[in-house]
Protein backbone atom coordinates (compact mmCIF):
# COMPACT_ATOMS: atom_id res chain seq x y z
CA UNK A 1 0.00 0.00 0.00
CA UNK A 2 1.71 3.81 -0.58
CA UNK A 3 -1.04 5.18 1.08
CA UNK A 4 -4.17 5.33 2.71
CA UNK A 5 -7.47 7.88 1.36
CA UNK A 6 -9.99 7.91 3.96
CA UNK A 7 -12.48 10.18 1.72
CA UNK A 8 -15.10 7.35 1.76
CA UNK A 9 -17.54 6.69 4.80
CA UNK A 10 -17.99 3.29 3.87
CA UNK A 11 -15.94 0.49 2.03
CA UNK A 12 -14.75 1.43 -1.67
CA UNK A 13 -16.64 -0.69 -4.01
CA UNK A 14 -14.40 -0.54 -6.88
CA UNK A 15 -11.78 1.90 -7.75
CA UNK A 16 -10.25 2.60 -11.79
CA UNK A 17 -7.32 4.74 -13.16
CA UNK A 18 -7.64 7.42 -15.99
CA UNK A 19 -7.37 6.17 -19.13
CA UNK A 20 -6.02 10.06 -20.02
CA UNK A 21 -4.14 10.75 -17.17
CA UNK A 22 -1.99 7.96 -15.29
CA UNK A 23 -2.31 10.27 -11.69
CA UNK A 24 -5.76 10.69 -11.45
CA UNK A 25 -8.10 7.64 -10.14
CA UNK A 26 -12.06 7.08 -9.55
CA UNK A 27 -13.05 5.03 -6.80
CA UNK A 28 -17.44 4.64 -6.03
CA UNK A 29 -17.78 3.32 -2.04
CA UNK A 30 -20.64 0.71 -1.06
CA UNK A 31 -22.50 4.02 -0.21
CA UNK A 32 -22.58 5.71 -3.39
CA UNK A 33 -20.16 8.01 -2.71
CA UNK A 34 -18.49 8.77 -6.13
CA UNK A 35 -15.26 11.04 -6.04
CA UNK A 36 -12.59 11.63 -8.52
CA UNK A 37 -8.74 11.55 -6.97
CA UNK A 38 -4.99 12.73 -7.98
CA UNK A 39 -1.71 10.90 -6.51
CA UNK A 40 -0.58 13.72 -4.04
CA UNK A 41 3.00 15.13 -5.18
CA UNK A 42 5.24 13.47 -2.70
CA UNK A 43 4.19 9.80 -3.62
CA UNK A 44 4.20 11.10 -7.30
CA UNK A 45 8.09 11.94 -6.78
CA UNK A 46 9.04 9.05 -4.94
CA UNK A 47 7.79 6.50 -7.92
CA UNK A 48 9.35 8.35 -10.22
CA UNK A 49 12.76 8.68 -8.29
CA UNK A 50 12.76 4.51 -7.83
CA UNK A 51 15.32 3.01 -9.34
CA UNK A 52 14.23 -0.12 -11.82
CA UNK A 53 17.38 -2.09 -10.73
CA UNK A 54 16.66 -5.34 -12.92
Excluded: C
Excluded at 38 to 54: A, F, G, H
Amino acid sequence: MIARLEQHEESVYTAEWSPVDAWYFASISYDGNFLINRVPDQIKLNILLQSNDY
